[in-house]
């Protein structure tokens, strides 16, 4: 699988330790930044994620900040982007059974990086369950289409 990485300074240690996790696991990643604990902007890479999600350029997203909430809030601008923050492991099952979720957020000063692992461990080998929830994605879809 093709994943796009990215953290700002607070994610940074974990997202570095999540690339390590997913290479390690045979997985391609899209290493978007940031490259150090150096102060910055986590809109610029949920954007850079996102966008690879959207074009499909990478098959999900990964993101990481200090709480997974400001990279949840800028991923979900983008259409087609469904960004899940999970906090625990049943979090990311459904994500991705019910909502199909194609990036996960996770928060380096709220999560140990052991739970964080086994959250995206779980959120990469769900399957969309389909069915019943498809019609649920068309409808967040066509609610996106009609926005400004």
């Not at 994610?11 to 940031?34: A, C, Q, S």
């Amino acid at each position: 699988m093709r994943i796009a990485l990215g953290s700002d300074h607070a994610g940074y240690p974990l997202k570095e330790r999540i690339k390590e996790f997913l290479l390690g696991r045979g997985h391609e990643v899209l290493d978007f930044g940031t490259t150090s604990e150096e102060s910055t902007h986590y809109p610029l890479f949920a954007r850079e994620v996102s966008l690879a999600v959207q074009r499909g350029e990478a098959d999900r997203g990964i993101l990481v900040c200090g709480t997974g909430i400001g990279m949840a809030i800028t991923a979900n601008k983008f259409k087609g982007v469904r960004a899940a923050l999970c906090l625990n492991e049943y979090m990311a099952r459904m994500s991705r059974l019910h909502n199909d979720a194609n990036v996960l957020c996770l928060g380096d000063r709220v999560l140990g990086e052991e739970l964080a692992l086994s959250i995206v461990e779980v959120w990469l080998s769900t399957p969309f369950e389909g069915g019943r929830h498809q019609k649920r994605i068309e409808l967040i879809a066509d609610i996106e289409s009609t926005c400004p």
